[in-house]
């Protein structure tokens, strides 16, 4: 069974960080897209960022680029996103996901696989 297992979520301060991880089990996610979505209350899922299987390539949202670093450790079948500097309108729920092919993209349905979620609280 492939889960994909999303930790790390919690409440912290705005400025602070916070550190997620997406363990990854049932199948090897090396040749495929990792990428993290991210849905408030009362809105669509949007996308956050993405890395290539190498973890040479990355993308993200504009809403997020250079406060948020995603990575992954092959090895562990593991991604991350590391998130510095939140803001309150940083606060959702945090999805892991992994795509079945090897090209980055944006679109939340070109992911195939799906973690249960991890909440984010960014307070003001």
């Known amino acids: 069974q492939v889960q994909l297992v999303e930790s790390g979520g919690g409440l912290v301060q705005a400025g602070g960080s916070l550190r997620l991880s997406c363990a990854a089990s049932?199948?090897?996610?090396?040749?495929?897209?990792m990428g993290w979505f991210r849905q408030a209350p009362g809105k669509e899922r949007e996308f956050v960022a993405a890395?290539?299987?190498?973890?040479?390539?990355?993308r993200y949202a504009d809403s997020v680029k250079g406060r948020f670093t995603i990575s992954r450790d092959k090895a562990k079948n593991t991604a991350y996103l590391q998130m510095n500097s939140l803001k309150p309108e940083d606060t959702a729920v945090y999805y892991c996901?992994?795509?079945?092919?090897?090209?980055?993209?944006?679109?939340?349905?070109?992911?195939?696989?799906w973690g249960q979620g991890t909440q984010v609280t960014v307070s003001s």
């Open positions: 996901a992994a795509t079945l092919g090897g090209l980055i993209v944006t679109i939340r349905n070109e992911y195939k696989y």
């Open positions: 049932g199948r090897t996610f090396s040749g495929n897209v």
């Open positions: 890395v290539s299987s190498g973890g040479s390539v990355t």
